[in-house]
C-alpha cells in the first residue's frame, strides 16, 4: 500500500500536480554550498504523511524536509482585516417583504429611480411636439417587466406583432400593456434631459444615462457588503451605438462594444 502511494505521489510531481505542503531546511557541505541536495522528511500529500528522499545529483546537499505548520503566524495589517460583516445589509433584510417579490426589486431600482426616468422621458415627450401625454410609475414598471420578459423568452429579435398576436405570442405581453402604448414608451424613453446634455457631455462621457447609472451603484452599495474572496471580471456587451466610450476589441467575435 505504502510503495503505491509513492508512486502516486512521484507521478503527480513529475507533472506539476501534486500539493504538497512542505518547508525545506537544509546544510550545504562541499563546494561552497553549491548544488543540489538529498535529504529525507515527510511529505504531506492526499492527506497521507508519506517519507519521501530527495536525491542530488552531485550528493553533497542534505535538505530536510518537514510538515508545515498548521494556521497562519504573526498578525495581519490593518488594511486586511474585515470588520463589516458580508452579505446583505441591515437595512435590504428589514426592507425586503417575504410575501412582496417587488420589494426586493425596489431596493436597487428605487422610487428616485423611477421619478428621474419619467420626468425625462416626458421631457423628450414634449420636445417632440406630443400633446397630453404622461407616463405613470405603474406604467414604467409594466414597461420593464416586458423588456425582461422579452430577454427571458429569447424574444429580443421577435417583432413586435408577434408577441402581440393573439394566435402565436404569449398572454402575458397584450395582458400587461397594450402594443401601442409599448411603443410610445420604447419612443421616447430617456435617462437625461436633452437640454443639459452638451455642458455634461464635456465632463462626464457617460451623462446620457449616469443619473440612473450612478444611483443604482449606490443602492449596490448600500443594500451589499461582499465578503473577502471577490473576483472582478470585465465583460464586452456588442453595440452598434454611437457614443464616446465604445471601444474595438479584434480578438472578440463582436468587435465593437461597451466594456462593463
Same mark, same amino acid.
Given at each position: 500500500? /505504502?510503495?503505491?502511494?509513492?508512486? +502516486? ?10 500539493? &504538497?505542503?512542505? #518547508?525545506? =531546511?537544509?546544510?550545504?557541505?562541499? !563546494?561552497?554550498?553549491?548544488? %543540489?541536495?538529498?535529504?529525507?522528511? %515527510? ?23 518537514? /510538515? ?13 482585516? $474585515? ?14 417583504? /417575504? ?20 420626468? &425625462?422621458?416626458?421631457? @423628450? @415627450?414634449? =420636445?417632440?411636439? @406630443? ?18 420578459? =422579452?430577454?427571458?423568452?429569447? &424574444? ?8 402581440? !398576436? ?6 402575458? *405581453? ?8 409599448? =411603443? @410610445? ?5 430617456? *435617462?437625461?434631459? !436633452? ?5 455634461? $457631455? +464635456?465632463?462626464?462621457? *457617460? ?7 450612478? #444611483?443604482?451603484?449606490? !443602492?449596490?452599495? $448600500? ?10 471580471? /470585465? +465583460? ?10 465604445? +471601444? ?13
Amino acid at each position: 500500500m /505504502e510503495d503505491n502511494v509513492q508512486q +502516486q505521489i512521484m507521478r503527480a510531481m513529475n507533472v506539476g500536480q501534486a500539493r &504538497c505542503s512542505t #518547508r525545506r =531546511r537544509g546544510t550545504a557541505r562541499g !563546494n561552497g554550498g553549491r548544488g %543540489r541536495g538529498r535529504g529525507t522528511g %515527510r511529505v504531506e500529500f492526499m492527506e497521507h504523511l508519506v517519507d519521501m528522499a530527495y536525491v542530488a545529483t552531485n550528493n553533497e546537499t542534505n535538505w530536510t524536509v518537514i /510538515e508545515s505548520e498548521r494556521g497562519a503566524s504573526g498578525r495581519f495589517g490593518s488594511h486586511s482585516v $474585515l470588520r463589516e460583516q458580508p452579505g446583505p445589509t441591515t437595512h435590504a433584510t428589514r426592507s425586503v417583504s /417575504e410575501d412582496q417579490v417587488s420589494s426586493a426589486w425596489r431596493l436597487f431600482i428605487d422610487d428616485s429611480i423611477h421619478r428621474h426616468i419619467k420626468h &425625462c422621458t416626458e421631457a @423628450e @415627450e414634449a =420636445r417632440a411636439g @406630443e400633446q397630453n401625454w404622461s407616463l405613470a410609475i405603474e406604467a414604467l414598471d409594466a414597461f420593464i417587466a416586458l423588456v425582461y420578459a =422579452r430577454g427571458v423568452y429569447d &424574444c429580443r429579435p421577435v417583432n413586435y406583432d408577434v408577441l402581440w !398576436n393573439g394566435n402565436w405570442g404569449l398572454r402575458f *405581453f397584450p395582458d400587461t400593456m397594450s402594443r401601442n402604448r409599448f =411603443r @410610445e414608451i420604447m419612443r421616447y424613453l430617456k *435617462f437625461d434631459l !436633452n437640454r443639459t446634455r452638451s455642458q455634461r $457631455l +464635456q465632463c462626464d462621457k *457617460f451623462a446620457l444615462a449616469s443619473g440612473v447609472w450612478q #444611483r443604482f451603484i449606490d !443602492n449596490c452599495f $448600500l443594500c451589499y457588503r461582499p465578503g473577502a474572496n471577490v473576483t472582478a471580471d /470585465e +465583460q464586452l456587451f456588442p453595440s452598434k451605438a454611437r457614443c464616446r466610450f465604445t +471601444q474595438y476589441m479584434a480578438n472578440k467575435p463582436d468587435k465593437f462594444g461597451i466594456k462593463f
